[in-house]
């Protein structure tokens, strides 16, 4: 798909970009997928890493990786929950990426031109960096732009609906049809205000970078990005999705269970729910048992994601009561990590029960599945409403986790007709996702177009 003429690429040998991920798997996802798609433009590739989650080298013989040290003990990293990991993470690498990038930078490292910095949008001190060194950094959200404006508005809308937010939750948010009340992202945290003040951050410093990306098309996502440009000046590219530029890549931290793939091989077509939450939504045992109930009522066969650490300071399977065992053994089956991209694109798979994460909502879409939707925070709040109100292609639940809306909504999904009219809309967003990459599409041009946007750094026309 991606086939850059041998002259660009000659021309841009040599020519090295920095590239630094947020350590959480739905942030290095895509990062390490753009830095594939960079790196098939000819572009050599160093990836600035943390400590925390740092990938296996071996699997990307074609890049160079920088160690950063990222000041967390073994303690805080296994303990910590993810917004005070994130917030221990910002506080603790400003230096370390200062100095790596010093280093790299140096006249006396022959190997590296560096053209400039792609960091994840939350890595907001990283433009102090980029601009004390005067290298243009680009700025990658690796969420929706509709989650992005909502998170733009944030101080206003905490401002003028704080007062609602455990009240009037059903309230519509009129500065952003459609979400309402209870969509606004909440970031609570044991430090109370500090990640929505570096939420702030996070939009103060995008707004001075020199680009934006965003792993999303222009198709899904038209209105918001009209709004988007209104805010931010700089030119922004949506080249997603990232992950089908791609035969198969795993960019995985954990190892996937392939059994899943052979149970799904024995079930009926469009019959399997896909239940998986991500790499970091976590709830308590009631709220678990309720999932549990909800599915065996629904009576549909599925496969469940059960991640260690799901359920808070359970031991795994403890999580899961044994009677709802007993009650399924024949038509559910349980995996602590799956290759999900191939179980979405599985035959058997009619549906997928997510939280919404940018990346699980994104590999539905481009496999034409539907979905049921349980946000637990942040963008999830604003990608689920999407979900159900603007793209129709899912059930948001709207009570949090209860057994009876969630067997409702698996049956409403799998076998009532208004899940097969959702299904056939995910079908069509699915084909302009498949356009949108195909040569003259809008991500393929704007692919084009950021590549010469990054060489224009060093060969001014
Ligand atoms: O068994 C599994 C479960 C998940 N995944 C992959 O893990 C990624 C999960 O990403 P995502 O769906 O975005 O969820 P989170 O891990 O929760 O991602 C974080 O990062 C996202 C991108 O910014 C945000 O949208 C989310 O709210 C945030 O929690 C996806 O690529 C999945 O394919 C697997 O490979 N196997």
Wanted: one cysteine or more; charged letters at 20%; glycine letters at 6%.
């Amino acid at each position: 798909m991606d086939s850059p003429s041998s002259a660009n690429r000659q021309r841009r040998n040599g020519c090295r970009i920095v590239l630094f991920p947020l350590p959480f798997q739905g942030h290095i996802n895509p990062m390490i997928q753009l830095a594939k798609i960079l790196h098939s433009r000819g572009f050599s590739i160093s990836i600035f890493h943390t400590r925390y989650n740092f990938p296996d080298p071996s699997n990307y013989p074609h890049f160079t990786f920088h160690l950063l040290s990222d000041g967390l003990s073994e303690l805080e990293a296994s303990t910590l929950d993810t917004l005070r990991l994130v917030k221990l993470l910002i506080a603790n690498c400003v230096e370390p990426f200062e100095q790596c990038l010093a280093q790299i930078l140096s006249p006396d490292d022959l190997i590296c031109r560096v053209v400039c910095v792609v960091s994840d949008a939350m890595w907001y001190f990283t433009q102090a960096a980029a601009d004390k060194f005067k290298i243009p950094r680009i700025v990658l959200r690796t969420s929706s732009v509709c989650s992005f404006l909502a998170f733009c508005a944030l101080p206003l809308l905490r401002e003028r609906y704080l007062s609602y937010m455990d009240s009037k939750m059903e309230a519509a948010v009129l500065e952003l049809p459609p979400i309402k009340v209870k969509d606004i992202p909440r970031l609570e945290t044991h430090d109370g205000e500090d990640m929505y003040r570096a939420i702030e951050n996070m939009v103060r410093e995008t707004k001075k970078a020199s680009g934006l990306v965003f792993n999303t098309f222009q198709e899904l996502e038209e209105p918001e990005l009209a709004k988007l440009q209104e805010q931010f000046l700089m030119p922004t590219f949506t080249i997603g999705p990232f992950h089908k530029r791609f035969s198969a890549a795993s960019t995985s931290l954990f190892t996937q269970d392939r059994s899943s793939i052979s149970w799904l091989d024995a079930q009926a077509p469009g019959s399997v729910l896909y239940v998986s939450f991500g790499s970091i939504a976590a709830m308590d045992q009631q709220k678990m048992n309720e999932m549990a109930w909800g599915l065996a009522d629904s009576m549909q066969p599925f496969l469940w994601v059960v991640r260690p650490g799901l359920v808070r300071d359970s031991e795994w399977l403890a999580m899961l009561p044994d009677e709802f065992l007993e009650a399924t053994h024949d038509r559910g089956y349980i995996v602590k990590w799956a290759p999900q991209q191939e179980v979405l694109s599985h035959p058997a798979v009619g549906g997928f029960w997510t939280h919404s994460g940018w990346n699980s909502t994104l590999e539905s879409i481009c496999e034409g599945v539907p979905m049921i939707c349980s946000p637990f925070f942040g963008d999830q709040m604003v990608n689920s409403r999407y979900v159900n109100d603007i793209w129709r292609i899912g059930i948001r639940l709207e009570k949090g986790l209860e057994r009876g809306e969630i067997r409702d909504a698996v049956r409403r999904l799998m076998v009532e007709r208004d899940g097969e009219e959702m299904r056939q809309r995910v079908m069509c967003l699915k084909e302009k996702a498949g356009f949108c990459l195909n040569s003259g599409g809008s991500s393929y041009e704007a692919l084009d177009a950021l590549v010469d946007f990054i060489s224009s750094f060093t060969f001014p026309a």
